[in-house]
């Protein structure tokens, strides 16, 4: 016999874990499905001969008061992972327009200079361009949420234009744009940028957490169990179940399992258009999901070093001429390539020592790249970013034990189908660009009774992992909300 749940969770990431463990927690039957071994998505930890890390370079934002506070609270589960940002965790390193990158001195904790002074510096702003940066990061700090929303149709680079700022500013947000949101600034919705601003104005960043960044998607997952749902580990589901036209349960490699609710966490496009199937949708709805516009990717390479070399646990490393607007990534995809290439480095071991053997290390180094798991210009960009670490940290050659390369391919492989062509190792799931986001952001909720979506996609808003959480907790109440329906109408 078919064994039924009040509501079925298709993909353990951070929005698919975090909204099944708050169903079960909130007294809902729930089952939580993942193909992989682990729960955590594309932020999962891994681990290999004592190194645990994740696929590419991951932190997060906020760091305080985050959605992951929130649900680990609920979950009364907050001993159970510790959400590390220790001070002067990261560093910006800003080429200017030479790429001539200056090394922050080695970290001391006593005397690291955070927030704006420290940008100020970093950024090398003059006493003459101070008034109109000041004026900007003041206005997007303080910006009122209606007026915030009026910014869903306006770019970033659009409003940026309101003000004159000077170069460095700007490269600063157009590096700001690829790394937190893997998307051109000349597209990014204001609107998501100026949220984003506010909270790690008020939260700050570089956010990681003890035992591996996806530790949080476990503890998510093992909450599930603790409040009496089920948790099934390598059951890649084959198809959503529709039966007059409404949910009814999933199909797996491990058997059918029926409910009147099931939420995908595998991504939109993947759901209608593979999980579920076009035919039980109407054809305009089809059309507007396939022509959703992902976000870029990340690819790059994982460093396991014989001894430390990096004392920090974040870097980013961007020029005037490296970050990613549009045209920019066009002239890239043809082959003319930039001189320097935004880096980012994550160290695991700097956060939590645990996660290395002792005296060693492993860096995670990521840059840009185009979502397209069949894109035949890998070893272009592996070969630049593998220029950048031989520039900025050159002893990292002598002592690197063993090297693995990361692309848009294994990113599909791992984490989400490749359901329509140029898609499916995209970064974070739907782009956040004009057009995608706010008022225009794809509702949870889709047009086949008991059928939602949670994750990047749909839901939330902010910064990667943080906005799948925050995808989870709404999604989370709307689940809630038509699960107390049925029971009362029944």
Request: proline letters at 5%; glycine letters at 10%; aromatic letters at 8%.
């Amino acid at each position: 016999m078919d064994e039924a749940f009040d509501a079925i969770v298709v993909g353990a990431g951070f929005g698919g874990s975090a909204c099944a463990a708050l169903l079960s927690k909130r007294g809902l039957k729930t089952l939580l499905l993942e193909k992989n071994a682990v729960a955590g998505g594309k932020a999962m930890t891994m681990s290999k001969e004592g190194f645990s890390y994740e696929f590419w370079p991951v932190v997060g934002g906020p760091s305080l008061h985050s959605q992951f506070h929130a649900v680990l609270k609920e979950l009364d589960m907050e001993d159970e992972v510790e959400l590390l940002t220790p001070p002067g965790i990261g560093a910006l390193l800003y080429g200017g327009s030479a790429g001539h990158y200056e090394m922050p001195p080695s970290r001391t904790e006593d005397q690291e200079e955070e927030g704006a002074l420290a940008l100020v510096k970093q950024l090398g702003l003059t006493a003459e361009e101070l008034p109109q940066a000041g004026r900007l990061f003041a206005d997007m700090t303080s910006m009122p949420m209606e007026e915030i929303e009026k910014l869903d149709d306006v770019t970033l680079t659009e409003f940026l234009s309101r003000y004159e700022v000077p170069q460095s500013v700007y490269s600063y947000f157009g590096m700001w744009s690829n790394i937190i949101f893997v998307v051109p600034i000349d597209l990014l919705a204001a609107s998501e940028a100026i949220r984003t601003h506010q909270d790690f104005a008020k939260g700050g960043a570089m956010r990681y957490s003890s035992g591996g960044y996806g530790r949080v998607a476990e503890v998510f997952a093992k909450a599930v169990e603790r409040y009496g749902g089920r948790v099934i580990t390598r059951a890649r589901v084959e198809r959503i179940m529709v039966e007059e036209s409404a949910a009814s349960g999933v199909v797996t490699e491990q058997g059918t399992f029926r409910a009147p609710i099931v939420i995908s966490n595998a991504g939109l496009q993947p759901t209608v258009l593979r999980l579920v199937g076009e035919q039980h949708f109407d054809k305009a709805y089809v059309s507007y999901v396939k022509g959703l516009i992902p976000s870029w990717g990340i690819m790059g390479l994982r460093y396991f070093l014989s001894r430390p070399v990096f004392d920090r646990g974040a870097y980013i490393a961007f020029a005037d001429g490296s970050y990613m607007d549009t045209e920019r990534f066009l002239k890239a995809k043809a082959g003319e390539m930039p001189e320097d290439v935004v880096t980012f480095v994550v160290v695991p071991s700097v956060y939590d020592d645990t996660l290395a053997p002792e005296g060693k290390q492993c860096a995670l180094v990521g840059t840009i790249c185009s979502p397209d798991p069949d894109a035949p210009d890998a070893e272009m960009w592996w070969g630049k970013l593998e220029e950048m670490v031989d520039k900025l940290w050159p002893e990292v050659a002598e002592c690197t034990e063993s090297k693995e390369r990361y692309s848009s391919y294994h990113v599909s492989t791992l984490t989400r189908d490749h359901v329509l062509p140029g898609q499916g190792g995209e970064c974070i799931g739907l782009a956040q660009i004009v057009g995608q986001c706010g008022s225009d952001k794809p509702s949870a909720r889709s047009p086949i009774r008991g059928l939602f979506y949670v994750g990047c996609d749909a839901g939330g808003h902010g910064c990667g992992t943080h906005q799948a959480v925050d995808s989870g907790v709404n999604v989370a109440a709307l689940v809630e909300r038509e699960h107390l329906t049925r029971a009362s109408m029944v």
